[in-house]
């Protein structure tokens, strides 16, 4: 069984920094490249950023470019999402999800992490 299970989230005021994780199991996590997703209240899910499988090539929404920075540990199966120059506009429920090289869609999925940022 496939699990991808994030964490790190929570509140922090506007300016401030914060790193999700997602510990991957069931699967040979460095077959995947892995990407991050999130979700406000009343908008659709959009992309964040993406990583390939050995974390040497990554892509960022441009949203989130130059504050944002994805990275891997194959080793630990945890890809990892640090947030810096946090804006109240990046509150949302953040996902984890893999996919498969050859593929167009992400094949997983984790149960997201809520972030908020305070003014």
């Known amino acids: 069984q496939v699990q991808l299970v994030e964490s790190g989230g929570g509140v922090v005021q506007a300016g401030g920094s914060l790193r999700l994780s997602c510990a991957a199991s069931?699967?040979?996590?460095?077959?995947?490249?892995m990407g991050w997703f999130r979700q406000a209240p009343g908008k659709e899910r959009e992309f964040v950023a993406r990583?390939?499988?050995?974390?040497?090539?990554?892509t960022y929404a441009d949203s989130v470019k130059g504050r944002f920075t994805i990275s891997r540990d194959n080793a630990k199966n945890t890809v990892y999402l640090q947030m810096s120059s946090l804006k109240p506009e990046d509150t949302a429920v953040y996902y984890c999800?893999?996919?498969?090289?050859?593929?167009?869609?992400?094949?997983?999925w984790g149960q997201g992490t809520q972030v908020t940022v305070s003014s």
């Open positions: 999800a893999a996919g498969a090289v050859g593929t167009y869609q992400y094949t997983y």
């Open positions: 990583i390939s499988r050995g974390g040497g090539v990554s």
């Open positions: 069931g699967l040979t996590f460095s077959s995947y490249y």
